[in-house]
């Protein structure tokens, strides 16, 4: 079973552009959660969406949006790049039956200059 | 928003039990305790998680106090390959699953 697929895996921009990142969930689950990680701040919980509707959201400003798909692949944007937006961006899948655990991908590490 | 609290970091020789504690005295009853752990330069992977009753795995256990307001994840015999930070993370009915700091846990050979 293939895992979480995160792409791409690493991105330069600058300030003021934006960036879509894309993720690909384990064949049959549902569900997309989004993270932010960051030396200061730690893991960020983004949002998350369920069969294509934002189910739950982290308390981050309306420059970081995402949406799903029908085929659950997921992707988030952060429009308007700031400095502090560099960071390990995570995707984690999960089910909707059994243990209900995240499963993450590798990341997509952004560095915005 | 965490709803947890861990210790920042703790140590372990090699091949040595490892207690790691989280403290979740707000928890309702319907939350499940889970635990992940990141390896360096690696996301998040699942270690275990439980509701009420003791687990075990085959990578830990997870020890639940009586009245749910804490938990511990024993690593049985700590390899350097368990260095890693762990989080506790209460999981609620509505999935939403918020990451505290976790414990760096360093393994010393």
């Known amino acids: 079973k293939a895992g979480v697929t995160q792409t791409p895996r690493y991105l330069i921009k600058t300030r003021g552009q934006q960036v879509t990142l894309s993720c690909s969930p384990i064949?049959?689950?549902?569900?997309v959660s989004w993270y932010q990680q960051t030396p200061g701040q730690g893991l960020q919980f983004l949002f998350e969406?369920?069969?294509?509707?934002?189910?739950n959201k982290g308390n981050f400003p309306g420059r970081f949006s995402g949406r799903q798909f029908s085929n659950s692949r997921s992707e988030m944007n952060v429009s308007t790049l700031e400095l502090g937006d560099s960071a390990l961006y995570l995707c984690?899948?999960?089910?909707?039956?059994?243990?209900?655990?995240?499963?993450f991908g590798a990341g997509s590490r952004l560095t915005v200059l | 928003d965490a709803k947890t609290t861990q210790p920042n970091s703790m140590e372990s020789n090699e091949e040595e039990p490892v207690h790691l504690p989280c403290n979740h005295s707000?928890?309702?009853?319907?939350?499940?305790i889970h635990w992940y752990r990141q390896l360096p330069s690696q996301g998040p992977e699942y270690v275990i998680h439980?509701?009420?009753s003791n687990v075990n795995n085959r990578m830990a256990s997870l020890a639940i106090a009586e009245d749910r307001k804490s938990s511990t994840l024993i690593l049985h015999r700590a390899t350097l390959r368990d260095a890693a930070v762990y989080y506790c993370?209460?999981?609620?009915?509505?999935?939403?699953?918020?990451f505290g700091a976790g414990t760096r846990l360093t393994v010393k050979p």
């Open positions: 984690a899948s999960r089910g909707v039956s059994g243990a209900n655990v995240l499963t």
């Open positions: 064949s049959g689950h549902r569900s």
């Open positions: 969406y369920f069969s294509e509707t934002q189910r």
């Open positions: 707000t928890i309702s009853g319907t939350d499940y």
């Open positions: 439980g509701l009420t």
């Open positions: 993370i209460l999981r609620p009915v509505n999935n939403d699953m918020r």
